[in-house]
């Protein structure tokens, strides 16, 4: 792990591990300093790994998780060198602009219910940006983050176990904050928003990292207590693909019709052409235009 300025690992009170910055931290740059206390006595409470740089926070999360990291471990980035996305994909944030992290979850779920945990990241993500920045966020199944028709954050969930029990979930959360969209390739800030492009003014990222810590916390131990309907209803609130004319990716090639919600396991409905209806549980969306 790298560290910043003068940077060392402790043991908090309760046993879990805090990075602690001495000297001066730039408002600018992240800090995982305040979130142990902000965050005492949740789920998603730490410990909190912060590193200058890193291949993938997904990537790092995974490998604690698999070495047995506690459920809440959360690992911070300013920047990645091979920032994973779904489906193969990358995710490229310039340094020190966006929110880089993921989070070690150990949820008591059967394999079969595990990615509706996609829809609870999605909105937890969404209420907290909406909490501190003018910007109304929609999320287009399954996992995206969407201001106007501009990507501002994606989500990825990698999850370990055997095929009934989930044993650990990577979430992994990319967001672009304050992120300066032309030093993106153009093929991606064709597409990409950030918040602040979409609010006109800059985001406090060490808040606005906390406040989706803390909201993820409450989303994902009310979905494990009460099940998934708030999750379903959120989404349902901010359906970007609601109505409009969509194109899926399957391996037998793409299926053509309109977005019509999600069902109750999370699965994307579609009204086909011909009066019939069709639910995808995985794919890749494109609007139709
Ligand atoms: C997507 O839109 O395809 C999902 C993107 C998820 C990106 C985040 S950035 C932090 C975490 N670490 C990764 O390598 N990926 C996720």
């Known amino acids: ?5 003068d940077v ?7 046993g879990r591990a805090m990075v602690r910055c001495s000297g001066a931290v730039p408002s600018d740059r992240l800090s995982t300093d305040d979130l142990a206390g902000q965050l005492r006595s949740r789920v998603i409470g730490g410990p ?6 890193v291949a993938s926070t997904n990537a790092e999360a995974r490998s604690l998780a698999i070495d047995g990291a506690s459920e809440g471990t959360v690992v911070v980035a300013e920047s990645q060198t091979a920032g994973r996305g779904r489906l193969g994909r990358r995710w490229l944030s310039p340094a020190g602009q966006g929110l880089l992290f993921s989070v070690v979850l150990r949820p008591p779920l059967p394999m079969s219910d595990v990615h509706l945990l996609t829809l609870v990241v999605a909105c937890a993500a969404a209420r907290a940006i909406e909490s501190m920045a003018d910007v109304p966020i929609d999320i287009k199944w399954p996992n995206d983050l969407f201001s106007g028709d501009r990507k501002v954050g994606g989500i990825l969930l990698e999850i370990g176990g055997t095929q009934d029990v989930v044993d650990w979930v990577v979430v992994g959360i990319g967001i672009n904050v304050n992120t300066d969209l032309s030093e993106l390739p153009a093929a991606v800030s064709r597409t990409a928003g950030s918040l602040k492009s979409a609010s006109g003014t800059a985001v406090d990222r060490n808040e606005l990292l906390a406040r989706v810590l803390l909201q993820l916390d409450v989303e994902y131990t009310a979905a494990l207590a009460f099940g998934f309907a708030r999750a379903l209803d959120g989404f349902r609130e901010r359906d970007y693909l609601l109505g409009r004319d969509i194109s899926v990716q399957t391996k037998d090639g793409p299926v053509s019709g309109r977005a019509a919600g999600i069902n109750e396991r999370g699965a994307l409905i579609m009204q086909l052409s011909h009066q019939q209806v069709r639910c995808f549980h995985s794919g890749d969306v494109t609007l139709r235009v």
């Open 1 to 5: 792990m790298r560290h910043l300025g």
């Open 8 to 14: 060392s690992m402790e043991a908090g009170g309760d």
């Open 48 to 53: 909190f790994l912060y590193h200058e740089e």
